[in-house]
C-alpha cells in the first residue's frame, strides 16, 4: 500500500533550545518543507515524563513555537501546535501501550540513560514514552521523521509497533476496507555532518538541555558575547586542525567542532578541513565564532521578538491544533472500528 507522504517530529519544551536542537532537527525541518506538508509539535506531554514546573513548562512551550517561527517554518502552510491540545494523542498511545511488549521497551537506551541508577523512581510515562512518540507519529499516518541520532532506536521502535499493529489487526483492516496495512513504517530522516551535536565541554557526551553547565552548549537565544565565550572555552587538544577527516577520528571534541562549523556553513566536513587543515585551534575557534554569530543571531533575536507576543504564540498554536486534530481524528476513528470499540 502507498500512503500519502507526511513528514512529523517534535520537540520537548524542557528547557533552553541549543545549538544541537537546531542542527540535528529545526534546521531540517524547515529545509523540508517545499517538498512536504509537514506537522511540527511541541511535545509537552513528553516533556512531563519529568517534573516540570508548570509557569516554565508554558514558558518553554511559546519559546519552542517561536523556534520553529523564526527558523522560516511557516504556520500558515504547515502545522505547528501543541501535543496536548490533541487528545488524539494519548488516546492513540494508550492503544500502542497494548501492541507493544515490555521486552521491546527494556531496550531502550535512553530511559536507562534518563532514569539512572534510580529507576523504581523514574515515572511509568517516562517508560512509555516512545510508545506516546509511535503514536504522535502515526496518529497522522507520519512517513518521514527528521530527528538526530539520540531519537534513532526510538524510531525504530514506531516502526515496529506499526508493524505488530498492522499484523495483529490485519483482518479487521482489511474487513473495515482499509487494504493491507494500516499504518506506514515511518522512516527516519538522520543526515548532513551535525546529527549529534556533542557537549563543548565533553565530546563524549551528546549537547543536551538538561545538562547543568551552560558551557556546556551554545542556547539558540544566547547572545554574541556569550557565543564567543563559550566556543573559546570549548574543551580541544593541543594538536593543529587534521587535513582530512580520518585524522578526526581518536580527536572527538575537534571532529564535534569541525561539524558545527560544517552544519552551520552548509558543506561537507572535508571542505572545512581543506581549508583549516594544519591551522591551530585559536585560529580556527575565531572563525567558527564568526559564522556561528552571523547564523545563530537572528535567529535568536527573531525568537525573542516572538515570544514577547504570547497572543500571537498562542493563536498559531491553536489554529495548528485544530487543523491536527482534524487527521487525528479521522485515524482515531478508524482505529476504533479496527481494533473493536462501539462509538458514536
Ligand atoms: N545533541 C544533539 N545533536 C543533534 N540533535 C539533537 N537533538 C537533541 N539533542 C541533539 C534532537 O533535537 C530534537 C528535539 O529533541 P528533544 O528536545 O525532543 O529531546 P532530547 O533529545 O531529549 O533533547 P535534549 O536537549 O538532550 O534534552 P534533555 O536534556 O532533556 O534530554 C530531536 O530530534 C533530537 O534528536
Not at 41 to 64: F, G, M, S
Not at 110 to 131: H, T
Not at 241 to 253: D, W
Request: aromatic share 8%; glycine share 6%; hydrophobic share 40%.
Amino acid at each position: 500500500m502507498t500512503f500519502k507522504e507526511r513528514v512529523f517530529s517534535g520537540v520537548q519544551p524542557t528547557g533552553n533550545l541549543h545549538l544541537g536542537n537546531y542542527l540535528g532537527a529545526i534546521a531540517r525541518f524547515a529545509a523540508l518543507q517545499d517538498n512536504y506538508d509537514c506537522i511540527y509539535c511541541v511535545v509537552d506531554l513528553h516533556a512531563i515524563t519529568v517534573w516540570q514546573d508548570p509557569a516554565e513548562l508554558a514558558r518553554a512551550t511559546r519559546e519552542v513555537t517561536a523556534a520553529f517561527i523564526a527558523c522560516g517554518i511557516d504556520p500558515k502552510k504547515h502545522i505547528i501546535f501543541n501535543q496536548s491540545q490533541v487528545a488524539e494523542h494519548a488516546e492513540l498511545a494508550w492503544v500502542f501501550n497494548c501492541v507493544a511488549r515490555m521486552g521491546w521497551l527494556n531496550r531502550m537506551t535512553q530511559f536507562k540513560e534518563k532514569a539512572g541508577k534510580d529507576r523504581e523512581n523514574a515515572s511509568v510515562g517516562l517508560f512509555a514514552y516512545p510508545n506516546l512518540m509511535a503514536a504522535d507519529i502515526l496518529v497522522y499516518r507520519g512517513t518521514h521523521v527528521p530527528v538526530g541520532e539520540d531519537q534513532k532506536q526510538h524510531l525504530e521502535l514506531s516502526r515496529d509497533i506499526a508493524q505488530k499493529f498492522n499484523n495483529d489487526f490485519s483482518a479487521s483492516i482489511k474487513a473495515h476496507g482499509f487494504g493491507e496495512t494500516f499504518f506506514p513504517l515511518p522512516e527516519p530522516l538522520i543526515a548532513g555532518p551535525a546529527t549529534r551535536v556533542m557537549s563543548l565541554r565533553d565530546g563524549s557526551k551528546k549537547m543536551s538541555k538538561s545538562e547543568p553547565s551552560d558551557y556546556s552548549r551554545i542556547n539558540l537565544t544566547d547572545d554574541a558575547d556569550a557565543i564567543a565565550q563559550k566556543i573559546r572555552k570549548a574543551k580541544t587538544d593541543p594538536e593543529p586542525l587534521p587535513s582530512e577527516e580520518k585524522g578526526l577520528e581518536p580527536r572527538p571534541e575537534a571532529d564535534n567542532l569541525v561539524g558545527i562549523y560544517a552544519a552551520l556553513a552548509a558543506v561537507p566536513k572535508a571542505q572545512v578541513l581543506a581549508e583549516f587543515g594544519g591551522a591551530q585551534f585559536s585560529t580556527f575557534k575565531s572563525a567558527l565564532v564568526d559564522l556561528a554569530v552571523v547564523k545563530l543571531g537572528p535567529l535568536g533575536a527573531e525568537m525573542k521578538r516572538l515570544v514577547h507576543d504570547p497572543v500571537y504564540i498562542d493563536s498559531v498554536l491553536a489554529d495548528g491544533a485544530s487543523r491536527a486534530q482534524t487527521i487525528a481524528a479521522d485515524t482515531m476513528k478508524a482505529v476504533k472500528d479496527i481494533v473493536g470499540f462501539i462509538r458514536r
